[in-house]
């Protein structure tokens, strides 16, 4: 019987996978995890590359014929304890195979400017529609913050006070309701990576961001660290790069970290910095 597509597919995913594994265990801080532990890790790689999501009772239905659990539901709890409690060093362990996966990508499949590789740097309102700290179940997400609104936008807001007249302008208790934001539960999504042909993108670090957060309180300190995560690992693969961001990056202080660390950048600017 010949094998279907999808199978090859995930046989050569497989079969990458282990590739990278091996390149993991040359750094020379590895350390051998449990070997339960990594089958699972290896288990939730397929998964999500499988089904393109990273809700675990998604995931659990790409893995259950390979878990001893009787349920699907089961199994979404087995990966949730893996994610939560279970030793084994999901960060290093992920950044190492993003690593042996930055340096399988051959140069000519990366975008690139004057010989650079572009990475870019991206920070995006995450909403939440979901629960709070009151939810049943205790099935809430941690620190959940607020961002604004996904209906809220500045064009609306100074549009309504343009129509307004004189009941649109900014006044003594904060200005009018259309030009105060409203919010929503949710978190800042940063993430940084490389820009690849085709209009596709290797994400290389990646981080939330929550104004709850009772010891992260500067959304910049992340943005900031998960650049410089993602600079260090294209540092470490021997490529350049060009960071590209949007007008929320083009603060004057990370201008300047990246200015002394002799980093090319391009990033929007509002008019009145002073550069």
């Known amino acids: 019987m010949k094998a279907t597509v999808a199978l090859r597919g995930r046989g050569l995913l497989a079969a990458i996978l282990t590739e990278i594994l091996q390149f993991a265990r040359q750094a020379p801080a590895w350390r051998e995890p449990d070997a339960r532990n990594m089958r699972t890790f290896q288990q939730f790689l397929l998964a999500v590359l499988v089904k393109r999501s990273t809700r675990l009772i998604v995931l659990a239905q790409a893995v259950a014929s390979c878990r001893r659990a009787k349920t699907v539901k089961s199994v979404a709890m087995g990966l949730a304890y893996f994610l939560e409690e279970a030793e084994f060093p999901i960060g290093s362990l992920s950044r ?16 690139t400017y004057r010989g650079k590789a572009v990475v870019v740097i991206d920070p995006t309102e995450y909403h939440k529609r979901s629960r709070d700290k009151s939810s049943k179940g205790g099935n809430h997400m941690q ?95 021997k490529l350049s790069a060009i960071v590209v961001g949007d007008k929320g990056l083009g603060r004057k202080e990370l201008m300047v970290e990246l200015s002394k660390a002799a980093q090319d950048f391009v990033l929007r600017i509002d008019a009145d910095i002073n550069v």
Do not use: C
């Open 143 to 237: 620190h959940i913050g607020r961002v604004r609104s996904k209906s809220h936008s500045k064009g609306r807001a100074k549009k309504a006070g343009s129509e307004g007249g004189t009941k649109g302008k900014v006044g003594s208790k904060g200005g009018s309701q259309a030009e105060r934001s409203t919010t929503s539960p949710g978190y800042v999504d940063v993430w940084a990576g490389l820009v690849l042909k085709g209009k596709q993108f290797l994400p290389l670090a990646r981080q939330l961001f929550s104004s709850n957060h009772p010891k992260i309180k500067s959304q910049n300190k992340v943005e900031e660290a998960v650049l410089f995560q993602a600079l260090g690992m294209l540092k470490r693969a």
């Open 96 to 111: 190492l195979f993003l690593e042996g996966i930055l340096r399988r990508i051959p140069t000519e499949q990366m975008a």
